[in-house]
């Protein structure tokens, strides 16, 4: 059972524009979302999070939006660089001790020039 | 501030054998996790330790796989009996947890098995 989902396995988006990486979920009792970035040969790094009781957060040129009564979370970026060329990859964090991750599959972002 | 580190990065070994990879998390962190990445997906949770103690295992972790943080410190993650299925990227991440503020996992870049 796929708990977070992310539709779009890849988007190309033109250097400057908007970037909108999208994320779906099934749990509603997930209380924080956040969003790593992952280059070849490395480790997701993160970017951005969001609490459950929040609709947007926004740092520098990265802004998430939550939309809980759809289950729906979005990562917008602008304006987007060759450097965030990389796999996307949103992930939840459950309510429990652990507060372990459950990822989605990723979506590869290319911005070109 | 140093980051969470694996070792070693790649390791290939034979099906049948053993292998142990070892993860330093950021110094501060108490909280510790392993997690696998197969090809195409994205990483699935393996197990937590909070401190020394290791509070959680997924169902993913079957009983040829143990893991340790004997000092609330490194942990290692041992697979016995290697099978082709155990072919991944084997990924650490590590936080601060308690009261306060949300704090993320911060990832290593992975130990990629290879079982030939």
């Known amino acids: 059972d796929q708990q977070v989902k992310q539709n779009s396995p890849s988007l190309s988006v033109q250097e400057g524009r908007i970037s909108i990486l999208n994320c779906d979920y099934t749990?509603?009792?997930?209380?924080?979302f956040l969003w790593y970035k992952k280059y070849p040969a490395e480790g997701p790094t993160f970017l951005i999070s969001i609490s459950s009781i929040k609709d947007k957060n926004e740092d520098g040129r990265f802004t998430v939006f939550l939309n809980k009564s759809a289950k729906h979370l979005s990562l917008h970026i602008v304006p987007s660089q060759p450097g965030d060329s990389a796999v996307y990859f949103c992930?939840?964090?459950?309510?429990?001790?652990?507060?372990?991750?459950?990822f989605g599959t990723g979506t590869r972002l290319q911005v070109t020039l | 501030d140093t980051g969470v580190s694996q070792d070693p990065r790649h390791k290939i070994t034979k099906r049948g054998q053993n292998v142990t990879f070892r993860c330093d998390p950021i110094?501060?962190?108490?909280?510790l996790y392993w997690y696998r990445q197969t090809l195409g997906q994205g990483p699935e949770f393996l197990t937590y330790?909070?401190?020394?103690?290791?509070?959680?295992k997924s169902r993913l972790l079957s009983d040829r796989f143990s893991a340790e943080r004997p000092k609330g410190s490194f942990s290692t993650l041992e697979i016995q009996r290697t099978e082709q299925g155990d072919s991944a990227m084997y990924l650490c991440?590590?936080?601060?947890?308690?009261?306060?503020?949300?704090?993320?996992?911060?990832f290593g870049d992975g130990t990629r098995l290879s079982i030939l």
């Open positions: 110094s501060e962190h108490n909280r």
């Open positions: 991440a590590s936080s601060l947890g308690g009261a306060g503020a949300f704090q993320p996992q911060h």
């Open positions: 749990n509603s009792m997930f209380d924080y």
């Open positions: 330790f909070q401190n020394e103690a290791q509070l959680e």
């Open positions: 992930a939840a964090s459950g309510t429990g001790t652990a507060s372990k991750l459950t």
